[in-house]
């Protein structure tokens, strides 16, 4: 018997000759339109997409604008501990903010003496080396030993111990010119070697040059979607990868605007493509993974998305 048919198939499309088209979706992801209950903070919020996009092959950052006057002096690496003539130890905050080279020299100066008890009274200037335009931190007091510690302290770095690599600042001691120990006074640590001062038998010169920007030139753009890492730059061993890292100059202007020819990335998923996305997890974080203060300025960012319809 010859097979029937109601005729029904011919106007069905073949399924299997659809084909979906390419969208290109421009959002402005301002961090004015986050949730301030819930994110109260600009560093680290959840922006909602107008409509969820489905089948994203790469998301492209394309222009926007980022805080870039962060203090470089905060709570999370402002302390370390100072002990005077093995009679008084203390630990010493320095306020936070954003500090040039004589502004943060006169506030250690000024929290040193306003320690309760001291017995000295202190002076913090810097060491200029003939023939280097380089600066070392110089701290002399005026009637006992003291010691800055950086190492036997709750506030030291972290080193990783196979590499010596730095994995998170903790204390202003790389800021002022220190690095991983205790200094104690009496000794001009600047030469490589630590050289006795019989002269000054209470002053202690640092180790390296003063860097105030030594790791805050870099700001770090971190995204989840919808839970899923869209990081694209590997960084060092321990470190958290990242989508962006934008270079700035930090304290000359309070916004850096981005340009496409630097401050460009695009995260390509492959070989299949994000289902769906309804939301962009943003956090502006430092190079050790933790949220950096922005004072509460705000941030804009243009990602360009291209997705299957």
């Known amino acids: 018997m010859a097979e029937t048919s109601s005729g029904q198939h011919v106007l069905m499309k073949d399924q299997t000759k659809i084909k979906q088209a390419v969208r290109q979706t421009t959002i402005v992801v301002n961090s004015r339109d986050r949730n301030f209950l819930n994110y109260p903070n600009s560093n680290f919020f959840r922006y909602t997409l107008r409509r969820p996009l489905t089948n994203v092959m790469s998301i492209e950052l394309t222009n926007g604008s980022i805080p870039s006057y962060i203090y470089n002096i905060q709570a999370t690496w402002g302390s370390f501990s100072l ?14 903010g954003f ?48 010691l800055f510690q950086f190492y036997t302290t709750d506030f030291r770095d972290e080193l990783d111990l196979n590499t010596l690599a730095y994995m998170a600042i903790n204390s202003p001691a790389r800021l002022l010119g220190f690095g991983f120990d205790d200094y104690v ?40 979607a919808d839970g899923r890492n869209l990081d694209r730059m590997e960084c060092g061993v ?72």
């Open 99 to 146: 500090y040039t080279e004589a502004q943060l020299l006169a506030e250690l100066e000024a929290q040193l003496n306003a320690i309760p008890g001291r017995l000295n009274t202190y002076t913090v200037t810097q060491k200029h080396i003939n023939g280097r335009n380089t600066r070392f931190i110089q701290v002399t007091g005026t009637r006992v030993e003291f």
């Open 83 to 96: 002990t005077e003539s093995a009679n008084i130890s203390v630990d010493v905050t320095l306020t936070p």
């Open 185 to 224: 006074s009496g000794y001009d640590y600047s030469q490589g070697n630590p050289i006795p001062t019989p002269s000054n038998p209470y002053t202690l010169i640092g180790v390296l040059p003063m860097d105030l920007s030594n790791f805050l030139s870099r700001i770090y753009l971190h995204i989840e």
């Open 238 to 309: 321990g470190r958290k990868d990242c989508f962006h890292i934008f270079y700035i100059q930090n304290g000359q202007t309070d916004y850096t605007l981005l340009d496409k020819q630097t401050d460009h990335s695009i995260f390509v998923s492959k070989p299949s493509p994000i289902s769906r996305i309804a939301n962009l997890q943003i956090s502006i974080r430092d190079e050790f993974g933790r949220p950096l203060n922005l004072n509460m300025r705000e941030l804009s960012l243009v990602f360009e998305i291209t997705h299957l319809e």
